[in-house]
């Protein structure tokens, strides 16, 4: 297990960007690769994005590719997610969680620790 704490959500208006971050805490952080997913009100929890341990590779959802960037800092055990273009239908809680192995995954099952969540509404 590792312990995942976001930061960096909030309110912004639509078109604008934001950065959210996930800070872990364990020194096997380089070994997995990480996943940024999101849930609406009433709505289930849905893959953003992910990113291998190394950085070589990445994978978006259809509804935030090219306009979302996920990276990360292994030397500061953090995961970023940019987020540009924002749309009121990105607003929602936003979580990063760890893969449970070095491959990307998109199925909320196949991640074994989570954050708390940060918040990003989106206004029109």
């Known amino acids: 297990q590792v312990h995942l704490v976001e930061s960096g959500g909030g309110l912004v208006q639509a078109g604008g960007s934001l950065r959210v971050s996930c800070a872990a805490s364990g020194r096997t952080f380089g070994f997995n690769a990480m996943g940024w997913f999101r849930q609406a009100p009433g709505k289930e929890r849905e893959f953003v994005a992910a990113i291998t341990p190394r950085s070589s590779s990445t994978t978006y959802a259809d509804s935030v590719k090219g306009r979302f960037t996920i990276s990360r800092d292994n030397a500061k055990n953090t995961v970023y997610l940019q987020m540009n273009s924002l749309k009121p239908e990105d607003t929602a809680v936003y979580y990063c969680?760890?893969?449970?192995?070095?491959?990307?995954?998109?199925?909320?099952?196949?991640?074994?620790?989570w954050g708390q969540g940060t918040q990003v509404t989106v206004s029109t």
């Open positions: 969680a760890r893969s449970r192995d070095g491959s990307i995954r998109e199925r909320p099952g196949e991640y074994d620790s």
